[in-house]
Nanobody
Framework: QVQLVESGGGLVQAGETQKLSCAASGSIFSINVMGWYRQAPGKQRDLVATITAAGTTNYADSVKGRFTISSDNAKNTVYLQMNDLKPEDTAVYYC???????????????WGRGTQVTVSS
């Protein structure tokens, strides 16, 4: 099995910064992409950013220029540096990873349980 654990959430004021981390552990042969998603109350879960094992990144328009996704492949860890936070960034942030548990398996998508980020105005 594969587990993803997020950390780094909390309460911040508008304009401040926060960094999230997500570590994957368990039966991991390879990870080809990791990402961050967020879900605000009453809304669907939306993409924030993704990063491939080769380092290619993709961002939602709403966070471009403010958020930076990075990863440490050796540690199976993905980070989300969030700058200039706004109240509309308030949400539960989830990480995911596309993982092969053996050389012969198909990739499966695993999710963390989420971490709350609250931005006060």
């Amino acid at each position: 099995q594969v587990q993803l654990v997020e950390s780094g959430g909390g309460l911040v004021q508008a304009g401040e910064t926060q960094k999230l981390s997500c570590a994957a552990s368990g039966s991991i042969f390879s990870i080809n992409v990791m990402g961050w998603y967020r879900q605000a109350p009453g809304k669907q879960r939306d993409l924030v950013a993704t990063i491939t094992a080769a380092g290619t990144t993709n961002y939602a328009d709403s966070v471009k220029g403010r958020f930076t996704i990075s990863s440490d492949n050796a540690k199976n860890t993905v980070y989300l540096q969030m700058n200039d936070l706004k109240p509309e960034d308030t949400a539960v942030y989830y990480c995911n990873a596309a993982v092969k548990t053996t050389r012969w398996d198909n990739r499966n998508l695993y999710w963390g349980r989420g971490t709350q980020v609250t931005v006060s105005s």
